[in-house]
């Protein structure tokens, strides 16, 4: 009988040896962690999210204290979002840019607390009346045009200048990193001049640049508390059934300015993050969005799956190209890494 030469079980007969030639590598300075901030709480409550077991809404101090024990696990960057007052909203998303805003006095905690990367979602979605991520002209009646989602039309340009407004607050209150998710064209480049302007020419942009039209938002959205009133955001987040669209998108935020490229949502991207990867040479984010997690989540509590598809998910994520993970999955993974 003629026995094979090559035998690749060789090379994974124990887990010393699977260890030492593994070819993807997940490491815990690989992760960010999003946390949620929610004006009006007080210390020592938290506001469980439903739609994402294990995640919760935290008062400034809470939240200030978990990001202190995640960074003593190994923890070296968090993204910050906002729930202000539902009272504060209105149509251009003041709360947003508010000096004493609630993302921003989050920043001044965390930076006095801890030694964690402070990044920060600049968006208009949390902080306006109407929930979109941009301002919005709303037409009745028959004066539907042409360009609008059910009567709805986004008004890029002018967004700009609230987006730019709400930059340069948070890198202000002292946020390392900017991370326009907005989706408004023009925005990295405007977003960057106002930055440079104000004296934070230091300051990182992080683009949400292949940022896609996806389902698996809908648990965020009940996180943030920041649905759509009216209308859809499909003109304004990528059509999940483009590629070649999102290397454009990339191509654009490179010329101006973004220091780092991010695909969104990530397992149903995984070939979007290596076409990204192969394509530009910046630092390229993913994020494992919170339908993505609450899926899992649900499996694992269900009984159909166990808690290692937690690491393989992350795997596939970082095996395809990916430098750094955005991820609900993050406290765990710091416990078993």
């Avoid at 026995?3 to 090379?11: G, H, K, S």
């Avoid at 700009?160 to 890198?171: C, G, N, P």
């Avoid at 683009?207 to 996180?223: T, V």
């Avoid at 695909?263 to 076409?275: E, G, N, R």
């Amino acid at each position: 009988m003629d026995y094979p030469l090559v035998r690749m079980r060789r090379l994974r007969k124990n887990s010393n040896m699977r260890d030492m030639v593994r070819e993807t590598k997940l490491n815990k300075e690989d992760l960010i962690y999003p946390i949620y901030f929610k004006e009006g709480l007080e210390k020592g409550q938290k506001e469980e999210i439903s739609t994402m077991p294990g995640q919760f809404r935290y008062s400034i101090e809470d939240g200030v204290e978990y990001a202190k024990e995640l960074e003593a696990k190994g923890l070296k960057s968090i993204i910050l979002f906002g729930i202000p007052k539902e009272e504060t909203k209105d149509k251009i998303g003041s709360p947003a840019f508010d000096d004493d805003g609630i993302v921003q006095n989050a920043i001044r905690a965390l930076k006095k607390e801890t030694n964690l990367i402070i990044m920060a979602d600049v968006c208009l979605c949390e902080y306006t009346s109407h929930g979109h991520c941009g301002l919005i002209k709303t037409y009745d009646g028959g004066d539907i045009h042409d360009d609008t989602d059910d009567g709805i039309k986004i008004l890029n340009d002018a967004s700009l200048k609230y987006l730019v407004k709400t930059a340069i607050s948070q890198a202000k209150a002292g946020a390392d990193v900017i991370a326009p998710s907005d989706m408004m064209d023009g925005r990295i480049q405007a977003i960057r001049k106002g930055l440079d302007d104000e004296g934070f020419s230091d300051v990182l942009i992080l683009s949400y640049s292949a940022k896609y039209a996806s389902s698996f938002y809908a648990p965020f959205r009940e996180a943030a508390c920041s649905t759509p009133g009216k209308g859809n955001r499909k003109s304004y987040q990528m059509d999940p059934a483009n590629s070649r669209e999102a290397v454009r998108e990339c191509e654009l935020d490179v010329i101006e300015g973004a220091d780092m490229l991010m695909v969104k949502p990530a397992l149903s991207y995984l070939d979007i993050i290596k076409t990204i990867k192969d394509e530009f040479s910046l630092p390229l984010v993913s994020y494992n969005v919170s339908g993505e997690y609450s899926m899992i989540m649900a499996a694992i509590e269900k009984g159909y799956l166990t808690e290692e598809s937690i690491m393989e998910s992350l795997l596939s994520i970082k095996r395809a190209g990916s430098d750094l993970i955005i991820s609900y999955f993050t406290p765990y993974l710091l416990d078993n890494l």
